[in-house]
């Protein structure tokens, strides 16, 4: 299954969407060495990441011909996180420009190692040929 569109991060990352549909996600993820901290779990930016995914493509699952861009994120760090990763991301409430959405991640073992909410605001994807005028490819709804 694809993302939609084509994020470098993401690609190097290398999550791999499993679910996107009807306000769910789910993304599996394996950290590779340099993806890990001094204490050799995976590294708390690279998680933060697995969840701002999961979160957005959660969001976008609803409406897919919309991307979406984080407005704010919170993130509680539960348990190191170590092995295969799956990253749930669930909406939980939208308005017409505003996704409100939270996601999990969990272990091989199904213990959760972290947890996040976050706000994402809903954009129209503009064509991104230099010169345009749009920034980061994006035009807002507003």
């Given at each position: 299954?694809k ?12 999550f791999?969407l ?5 306000g769910e ?6 950290a590779?060495?340099e ?6 779990v995976t590294h ?5 990441t ?7 493509a959660?969001a976008?699952?609803?409406q ?6 984080t407005?704010e ?11 295969p990763?799956t ?8 308005t017409?420009t505003?996704a409100?959405?939270?996601a999990?991640?969990t272990d091989?073992?199904g213990?959760?190692c972290?947890?996040?909410t ?6 129209r ?5 230099p ?5 980061a490819?994006?035009i807002?709804?507003?």
């Amino acid at each position: 299954m694809k993302f939609g569109v084509e994020v470098p991060f993401v690609t190097h990352l290398g999550f791999e969407l499993a679910l996107f549909d009807a306000g769910e996600s789910e993304i599996i993820y394996q950290a590779r060495d340099e993806h890990l901290n001094s204490f050799g779990v995976t590294h708390g930016g690279a998680s933060m990441t697995l969840m701002d995914v999961a979160m957005a493509a959660a969001a976008r699952s609803v409406q897919k011909d919309m991307g979406v861009v984080t407005i704010e994120m919170k993130t509680s760090f539960m348990l190191p996180a170590k092995g295969p990763l799956t990253a749930r991301g669930h909406l939980m409430q939208r308005t017409k420009t505003l996704a409100f959405v939270e996601a999990k991640i969990t272990d091989a073992q199904g213990r959760l190692c972290a947890h996040g909410t976050g706000t994402f605001k809903y954009v129209r994807r503009a064509d991104a040929k230099p010169g345009n005028g749009a920034a980061a490819g994006v035009i807002a709804t507003d």
